[in-house]
C-alpha cells in the first residue's frame, strides 16, 4: 500500500505517492538518504567543498525520491503526485520533511 508525503526544499511543498512504511517512518529514511549522501560513491556528486575546508551536501527532495527508487525500493517505485500544486486537497496529518 502507498500512502501521501509532503517534501520541500525551502520551497513549495511537492507531494509525493511513497510506500506506506516510508510514510510511517519517514525521518528514519531521511536520516539513512544523509548517511548515503555522506558516504556513498554513488552519491559523490552531491559534496562540495565548503569555504571552510569542509565537505557540503547539496541535493533537494528529487534527489531523496531517486534514492528511495534507486536504492532501497527499487521494486514499489515512489512518485511525484503534484509540484507547487494546491496541497489543501490532501489529508493536513499527512507526513512530510523540509530538506
Given amino acids: 500500500m502507498k500512502k501521501h508525503i509532503w517534501l520541500s526544499a525551502d520551497s513549495p511543498a511537492s507531494i509525493y505517492l511513497v ?15 544523509y548517511k548515503w549522501m555522506e ?5 559523490a556528486k552531491h559534496r562540495m567543498p565548503t569555504g571552510f575546508g569542509g565537505i557540503g551536501l547539496c541535493f533537494n527532495d528529487c534527489d531523496f525520491i531517486a534514492y528511495l527508487n534507486d536504492v532501497v525500493f527499487t521494486d514499489r517505485p515512489c512518485k511525484l503526485v503534484d509540484r507547487d500544486g494546491d496541497n489543501e486537497k490532501y489529508p493536513r496529518d499527512m507526513p512530510g520533511f523540509n530538506f
Fill in 39 to 43: 558516504t556513498s560513491a554513488t552519491a
Fill in 19 to 33: 510506500p506506506d512504511v516510508v510514510a510511517k517512518n519517514l525521518r528514519v529514511y531521511i536520516d539513512d538518504f
